[in-house]
Structures are given as structure tokens and as C-alpha cells.
């Protein structure tokens, strides 16, 4: 029985973020629909970042402290487990050794010193980026955070797309890999990719538009360099993976809003 819309959104946003939702269906068909509305749990996780960040920046505070805010509420609203799979992914590459044991490095608890240095270096670059935003203004600084969170929910559309594999035959990698059609998830892409622009436009200059577009687009491409080099050192993606991918969309698309 096909997916409706609202067992999209309930896949999306029950797995996706911490918020109360309760997801009625776990099946490929309700994955599918779940990871092609990725991108608008990503707005949503995007939007509360912006209104914490301006709220801030208007109420007096510095742009550091609204930078590290708008930081805190993904982190928050996924309870750090993209953070968490960036930090394991790292750990499962860094280690150098065969996938079987490299995926059983990053399912471990504990975290690693490449994990922690990928942590470390991934927040450092997603505060700086957003304290020189916000140092512009606060629209600027609220605006990159939406981009951000819906590039990196994006890029897990698009990591699910067909013809990607599952490292594990269990897990949330394993649920949701190879499930998106590749039309639908350019469609996603397209769609995604007018919303940041939308959303550069909305800074008052034409080039803002572009520079939207091109965070988003440059983004998923630093996105699907990791996501290949994880399925030929793994044989697939994992929670994990997914949880790296996301991350990284996310910082690419910050450093790119800074250029210019």
C-alpha cells in the first residue's frame, strides 16, 4: 500500500528529529515518502535555529553567542545523533582497517580521536561561519541557518536515492537506503535548491540568490564525495553515514554563504 504524505512527514520528522511525533508506518514504501520530505523537517529544524539566532542578535547579544545558539538547536532537535554519526564515520575511516571492522569501530559507544577531531573542527567551522553572518546582520546570519539545516536534510534525500546500498542489513541505513527514486530525489534537489535561493534573495541583493543556490548545490556535492568514498570503504551506508552526510552538508553550505 503506497505512503500517503502524512506518512511522510511522521517518517521524517519521528526519525529525523526529536520533536513528538509518532511514526504509524515502518516500511520501505513510508521510507520512501519519509526521506523525500527530509528537506522540510530540515526547514523546520532550520527556522527554529534562525528565530533563536535573530532573537538574540536583536535582543543585543554578540553574533558569536547567536552563532553558537543557532548551532545548538539542531544539535538539540536531533538529539546530536548527526553529530554522533559524523563523529563515528570518522572514527570508522580514520581507523584505516577492512570494513567489517571498521563498521564495528563506529558502532561502539565511545568516540575516537578522529571523531573527536572531526567533532571539534565541524562546530568550530559552523560557529565561525555563522558568527561572521550574523556579524553582517541578522537576517543574514537567520537566513544561512535555514539553508544550512535544509541542505543537510537534503543531502540525505539524496543519499537514499536508488542504487545506493545498505553497509548493514539492520539499522536506520538499512531501512532507508536505496529507497528515494533518483527522479525524485533530483526533484527534491530542484525544489531545495529555489528554496535557498529564495531564501539569498531575501538579503536584498541579487548575487544573495546565487549565493544561496550555489551553498546548497555545493554543499550535497561535498555531501556525495562523502557518501562515496563511505560506500567503497564500507560497501554501504549506515545510520552513521547518513548522520555524517547531513553534518557536512550542513558546514559546506555555512563556509559557502560566507564567500563573497
Known amino acids: 500500500m503506497p505512503a500517503t504524505p502524512a506518512d511522510g512527514l511522521r517518517f521524517a520528522f519521528g526519525t529525523l528529529t526529536a520533536l513528538p511525533v509518532k511514526v504509524t508506518r515502518w516500511d520501505r514504501e513510508a521510507a520512501r515518502a519519509g526521506m523525500l520530505c527530509a528537506p522540510v523537517a530540515g526547514l523546520v529544524v532550520g527556522l527554529a535555529a534562525a528565530a533563536l539566532g535573530a532573537a538574540l542578535t536583536l535582543l543585543g547579544s554578540g553574533p558569536l553567542l547567536a552563532a553558537v545558539a543557532s548551532v545548538s538547536v539542531p544539535a538539540a532537535l536531533t538529539r546530536g545523533l548527526h553529530l554522533d554519526g559524523l563523529a563515528d564515520t570518522a572514527d570508522g575511516l580514520g581507523s584505516g582497517k577492512p570494513a567489517e571492522d571498521a563498521l564495528r569501530i563506529m558502532k561502539q559507544s565511545d568516540i575516537g580521536p578522529f571523531g ?5 573542527l565541524a562546530l568550530l567551522a559552523q560557529v565561525a561561519a555563522l558568527t561572521e553572518l550574523y556579524a553582517e546582520s541578522w537576517l543574514r546570519g537567520a537566513l544561512a541557518a535555514v539553508v544550512s539545516a535544509l541542505t543537510a536534510r537534503l543531502a540525505l534525500t539524496l543519499a537514499s ?18 529507497t528515494v527514486p533518483v527522479r525524485g530525489a533530483l526533484l527534491a534537489a530542484v525544489v531545495t535548491g529555489c528554496v535557498a535561493a529564495a531564501a539569498g534573495a531575501a538579503t536584498g541583493s541579487a548575487y544573495g540568490a546565487v549565493r544561496g543556490a550555489a551553498a546548497a548545490a555545493l554543499a550535497c556535492c561535498a555531501a556525495e564525495l562523502l557518501l562515496r568514498h563511505c560506500v567503497r570503504r564500507f560497501g554501504g551506508v549506515t545510520g ?21
Open 116 to 120: 573527536v577531531i572531526t567533532l571539534v
Open 240 to 260: 552513521d553515514v547518513f548522520g555524517g552526510v547531513a553534518e557536512t552538508a550542513a558546514t559546506a553550505a555555512l563556509v559557502v554563504l560566507t564567500f563573497g
Open 161 to 178: 536515492r536508488a542504487g545506493v546500498p545498505p553497509a548493514r542489513p539492520e539499522g536506520l541505513g538499512a531501512a532507508v537506503a536505496g
